[in-house]
């Protein structure tokens, strides 16, 4: 930011002419903004000019005792000379001839109000933000009335509280009450003046005081009828307040060259902020066709998009925010994220390989690019990067700041998974143990992480351990909470959970809480009480994911009691609202296969719910299991084996497994897996248990092994 004097020679006339006559003129404010911060107390103002002064290398002559106006005149004009000199030397010596200058000339006229302003925008423009404001100050202290210092101290104000200096940023409620206090006092001074009371509004809107702000920009409407600015802002208030039919109206009051693509995307944004998802895509889109290659209107067209679970209309919007920003990195990392959970690995690959072109160094793209390996089950090469990035990123001294501590959390969170994923169990712990020494928030994350290892080992005891261990370190953390509840559940004791729950009423936001109501009744088996919970969740549900989540658990309960109709009538729902959603995928399969019936159907959601997620074990078993019941041994049993290879620990998997392997003809290998599915189950969590599986595995393995005992 450049802090050169402004001043020309039309300038210095105008206001000679308004100083001859004893009328303050405000200049046009300075286009550049250094910044100090304002103190409080306002001097006299010949005490402040005299400090603002002395840092000037001229040494003063013997200023007037008494007021002289040819004196002051003469030396007004020796300050403004010295201001056009100044501009063409870019500063200089010649900023402190000409306070000086000004110095010399408000002696000679002490009761001056406009010599003090005009030194005090050269003061401000010259870098001295501080003195110029002490000034200024003792300007209006001793002017009440005077309209121009009022103005500049308002728009310094507003120029601080919008960022442009560093101590703004501590205080940004006290430089807004004090801009507001300014512009309060000029609407008073100047009742008719409309732009007093448009700015007075964003200040409101800024202070978040929205009611306020509509009465100011409702009066400069008033004073300014068509104003297309004021209008486009008491659109915004109007919207924020939820106020839709007013803003509707005065949106029809603008011409169509005044509804800017900025208007709709500010629009967008607002009701974004609501969960007024689709006035939110609509205003993205009427923007966009004023501008379609908008690239703030794509991107918050994409958003929103993602959040009413629009996959392929994102990707299509990614798409063409890649054709028309080709070198924003950013943009092809997001279309690569779009592309993966739609199961385009092919694609998220390339835009991957684009974004590693315009941003080589990048360590979210290096992310991604492993995460995608993850996903393909490259699991070899996704720890490779993600040791890579660790290494970039970790400090000898172990002293990180708080985004530092961030990122190399992400990337150990990441790798643990990875692990975790590969089998080594032993390095997902490393890891995570690793993540819980990088701060608190980092260490919430790699409880949690603990938890859902010892949960995938069967370790319910140690999982519950250090569920109980992390509510102890973080009480006041709901994650930690959420996974002790859960914890307990497993463990059989439901009713403490429930405890657990009910500490968190007044912080957790109700569709939350409902869900995990839900999750603890289901694993009490007590289904009616999951029933109502899960339907309170998906009356509170504001946004798609939690509605997905909300109908998931009413399919997921009614499968649990085999009420397979009204479970897949709820899961149906949850593809409706996201067409690509696996999990609902998977589950509808899975019911149709345990049912034996429309097996075709089946084997086709199995399919797309794997192509989603092709290293999902859960996934890889319903694609086995329904292709064993059609025969097709050749593709079941090394669907079966991935899947247990993925989740070893999961009886239901290993019962599959067993099961093709005996069917084809392989009864030893049957015998192993049925024995390790018995030995799962004992180990399995207390709501988990299923009595009916157990004795069919039994008998299965009594028959393999009485065969293979004739042989």
Known sequence: MKRIVVGTGAVLVSCLTAWGQGTPLSSAAPASRPAVAPSIVAPSIKAAASKAAASAPIQPGSPAQKPDPGAAYYHFMLARQAEERAELAGGGPEVARALHEYHLA??????SGYIPEQMAELLFRSGRTGDALRLARSVEQEHPGDVAVHRFLGEVYAYMLGGGDSASKSAPSRLGKLAIDEYQ?????????????????????????????????????????????????????????????RAQAL?????????????????????????????????????????????DLLRGLARTQLQVGDLDGA???????????????????????????????????????????????????????????????????????????????????????????SNLGVFLEKLGRVQAQSGDVTGAQKSFAQLRQLGRDNAERAIGEQVDLYRAQHQMPQALQAAAEGVKLAPQSLSLRTSYALALADNGQWQQALQQAALMQSKAAPQRLALLRAQIYERGRQWKAATRAAQQALAAAQVTEDKVDAWFMLGEVAEQQKHYGPAEQDFQQALR?????????????????????????????????????????????????????????????????????????????????????????QLRQAQVQWTRALNEWKTAAVADYDKKAVKRVGKQLHKVETQLAKR
């Open 106 to 111: 408000l002696h000679s006229d002490p009761k």
């Open 185 to 245: 006092s000029l609407t008073r001074l100047r009742p008719l003046e409309s732009d007093n009371y448009s700015t007075l509004g964003k200040l409101y809107r800024a202070n978040h005081d929205l009611p306020r702000a509509e009465q100011a920009f409702e009066r400069a409407l008033q004073l300014s009828p068509g104003n297309a600015s004021t209008i486009r802002n008491l659109v915004y208030v109007e919207t924020e307040l939820g106020h839709s039919s």
């Open 251 to 295: 949106l029809k009051q603008l011409s169509m060259s005044d509804k800017t693509p900025g208007l709709y995307t500010a629009l967008g944004q607002v009701y974004a902020r609501q969960h007024l998802w689709t006035r939110a895509l609509q205003s993205y889109q009427q923007g966009l066709t004023l501008q379609p290659g908008d690239v």
């Open 315 to 405: 990707r299509n919007t990614y798409q063409k925010l890649t054709a028309t920003d080709t070198q924003d990195a950013e943009s092809f990392v997001q279309l690569a994220r779009v592309q993966k959970a739609l199961g385009d690995f092919p694609g998220a690959g390339k835009s991957l390989a684009r974004a590693q072109q315009l941003a080589p160094d990048d360590p979210e793209v290096a992310y991604e690019v492993a995460s995608l390996a993850a996903s393909q089950g490259d699991t070899a090469r996704a720890e490779a990067l993600l040791g890579k990035l660790i290494q970039a990123n970790t400090r000898a001294d172990g002293r990180y700041s708080l985004a530092e501590a």
């Open 577 to 665: 609202l996201s067409p690509h959603e696996g999990t609902a995928l998977n589950y509808l399969a899975y019911i149709l296969a345990e049912r034996n019936t429309r097996l075709p159907e089946a084997l086709r959601d199995a399919h797309a719910a794997v192509s989603l997620e092709p290293t999902n074990g859960a996934y890889l078993d319903t694609l086995g299991w329904i292709e064993l019941k059609l025969k097709d041994l050749k593709n079941a049993v090394p669907q079966l084996e991935r899947a247990a290879a993925l989740r070893s620990h999961d009886p239901v998997i290993l019962e599959h497994l067993g099961d093709a392997y005996f069917q084809s003809g």
